[in-house]
Structure formats: C-alpha cells, structure tokens
C-alpha cells in the first residue's frame, strides 16, 4: 500500500488559485466550458477525476459521495466526470447536485460511462439531465443502433457523446473500430480517450487524439504496463508529455480526468502520485 505523502499534492496557493477559478465559473453557470485559470498548475487543462476512482470510498457499504468530494478538494482538483453511483441521473435534481459539489469547489463538466440504446424517449432523458447539469459531454458505450438517436440529440442539446473504448475484445477497442463507427455521424459525437484501454489494446493513445481531433470528448488518464498491468502515471508505457502536446494542440478544453481503478479502497495516495507525475508532464510541453 502506497503512503498517502502530502508534500505531491499542490500548494496552497495552486490548490486556492484552482478554487478560486471553478467558483466563478460556477457562479457563471458555465464551469464546462470556462477555461481553467490561467496559472493553474495543469496549464491549459481543466485537470479532474472520474469520480469512479473514489468509488471505494463508502459509507453504509455505498459510495460515499461526501467522502469522494472532500478527497477530491484535498487532492486540490475542481473537476469531475462523475460516474452514476455518485449522481444519478435525474434532472429534478440537478441544481441540488450542483451545488452540493460547488460546496467542495468541484464542478461537474462530465459524466459516465453510458450505455445508450435505440430507445430515443430513454435517450432523450439523459441528455436533460446532461442540460440541467451544465455537461460538456457524455463518455459513452452507444450500441450501433443507437446513433441515429444520438446524432438528434447531440445537436438539440448541445452535449458531445465521447465513445469509450473500453479495452481487448470490446466493440469499441481500437481507434480504427471508433473512427469507422462515427464516421458520417454529427460532429458531437467522437471519442472518450481511455488512454490505459487504448494501451492495454496495444493503441496509441497519442495516435487517437491526433485522429480524432476535436471530436475528442473527454479523457480518461491511465497509464499500463505491457498491455497487461494498470500502473501510477508515469511508470507505464504512456508518453504522457506526448499525450499532453497532442491535447494543447487541439486546444482540448473538457475534463482531463485522471482514472486510477487500482487500489479501491485508498486510492488517494496513488492518484496524488498521478497527480504529481501530471504537473511534471505539463512543464514539458
């Protein structure tokens, strides 16, 4: 078990100035796409979690969601791509659960992964709740069918679908398969770089970003081992600063959400070591 050392995490200063900045845009209405200050340590990137990384933090056997946004305001983050368990999705609520996560200074630019089908009517829910809650866009595992529906409501509402490429064997696990599955598709819908799925698939990640451009919608930063062994940021084979230059040169501008699935039940540690490594990669680019 790693040792949670607090000396990775950001200064007081960086962790106050990111606050600051995801308070106003909060206040704003628009925290998913305003862009992160301008002397974030994360530079241009609006540096997150997918909350499922926090998933083992619980309560009464349950997700905690208290817990994950106190982990992620000491981890001195502001953005989430909330997973179901921690937000369910539920449009009455919305304003409830934005301002339950402004509370911890965390905005909610992203969510998932969803399963879509082709039921447009159970479609079209989603994508109220996506308004209600100021998303950026939707990571996403779309059946074939369902695209016909998707390219309707990305466009009446305004919220990017990002497929997920969830690894070896699935629909979805190369950048050639996603490519193909949106191509002739609105311009909304693109893809959700896991960028451990793409190597445990023996894909570059920095490929992937360079073939779909602007139409990525959302990354998930994950670094493996071989193919085979999920690692901390940087002990991988991810060319992280790569990745990165990539990203700024598309000007990405949704959550870079850092997803560490090991270690479930204290994950903290490992994702200020993520962390850490992620700073160091911004300077270089």
Known sequence: MTTFDRSQLPTRREALTAGLAAAAALALGRSAFAAPASNSPYGPFKMGLQSYSLRGLKANGKPDLDKALQATKDLGLTYWESYVAHFPIDAKRALEFKEKAASFGVSVIGYGVLGFKNDHDANRKIFEFAKAMGLGYLSADPSPDSFDSLDKLVEEYGVAI??????????????????AAIKNHHKLVGCCVDTGHFLRSKEDPVRAVEVFGERTYGVHLKDVKDAKTFTVLGKGDLRTVDLLKALAKIKYSYCLAVEYEENESNPVGEIAECLAAARAAVEKI
Not at 162 to 179: E, L, M, Q, S, V
């Open 162 to 179: 990002g497929i997920h490429n969830h690894g070896p064997g699935h629909r979805y696990d190369t950048i050639d398969k996603i490519a």
